[in-house]
T-cell receptor, first 110, second 117 residues
Framework: GEDVEQSLFLSVREGDSSVINCTYT??????LYWYKQEPGAGLQLLTY?????DMKQDQRLTVLLNKKDKHLSLRIADTQTGDSAIYFC??????????FGTGTKLQVIP | DVKVTQSSRYLVKRTGEKVFLECVQD?????MFWYRQDPGLGLRLIYF???????EKGDIPEGYSVSREKKERFSLILESASTNQTSMYLC????????????????FGPGTRLTVL
């Protein structure tokens, strides 16, 4: 079945950039997503990219997609303490089901 | 404001008990999902439903069942709780039509942390 892999933990200093990486196996993925989970809460969609794009920018967030290598990354510029959360990469082939990754816990050090 | 609610934030049950976790959404979504979240394993899909009275097994359905009698409500049932079902359970819903430019955006409830003793 589909598989989505992420590193489990990332620590950065406040003001630095964070880069969270993800690899996926399903070559028919149509949509790729980044979700954010703050402590004690459910997941919330942060941003997404279509598989026919290679980059998407949204304020401090930049998503890069390398479809050949099935690699997705999320860059957060000027990381703030409020960005501390778990970030999930996810993919969907356009049907109802979405496959989520293992999640990367981002710790921002003041 | 879109909302997915779960019946309990914290639940403690004993081994062998029957456990019901309830989820309600107010967005008229066709699709509803139950996941469990464990450290290092991410979100794993237990069951999902794309219509009333319809259900599909996810990746880890063993030991669980579901019920969807009304569109807005999706219940997860642990017939005989075991300690290895101690976990965070997340419910989500999504629309079958494209909304805000994308398909399959899932809206999550706050989760139920279940402890089985």
């Amino acid at each position: 079945g589909e598989d989505v892999e992420q590193s489990l933990f990332l620590s950065v200093r406040e003001g630095d950039s964070s880069v969270i990486n993800c690899t996926y196996t399903d070559s028919s993925s149509t949509y790729l997503y980044w979700y954010k989970q703050e402590p004690g809460a459910g997941l919330q969609l942060l941003t997404y990219i279509f598989s026919n794009m290679d980059m998407k920018q949204d304020q401090r967030l930049t998503v890069l997609l390398n479809k050949k290598d099935k690699h997705l990354s999320l860059r957060i510029a000027d990381t703030q303490t409020g960005d501390s959360a778990i970030y999930f990469c996810a993919e969907s082939g356009g049907y109802q089901k979405v496959t989520f990754g293992t999640g990367t816990k981002l710790q921002v050090i003041p | 404001d879109v909302k997915v609610t779960q019946s309990s934030r914290y639940l403690v049950k004993r081994t062998g008990e029957k456990v019901f976790l309830e989820c309600v959404q107010d967005m008229d979504h066709e699709n509803m999902f139950w996941y469990r979240q464990d450290p290092g394993l991410g979100l794993r899909l237990i069951y999902f439903s794309y219509d009333v009275k319809m259900k599909e097994k996810g990746d880890i359905p063993e030991g669980y069942s579901v019920s969807r009698e009304k569109k807005e409500r999706f219940s997860l049932i642990l017939e005989s709780a075991s300690t290895n079902q101690t976990s965070m359970y997340l419910c989500a819903s999504s629309s079958s039509v494209r909304t805000s430019g994308i398909y399959n955006e899932q809206f999550f409830g706050p989760g139920t942390r279940l402890t089985v003793l």
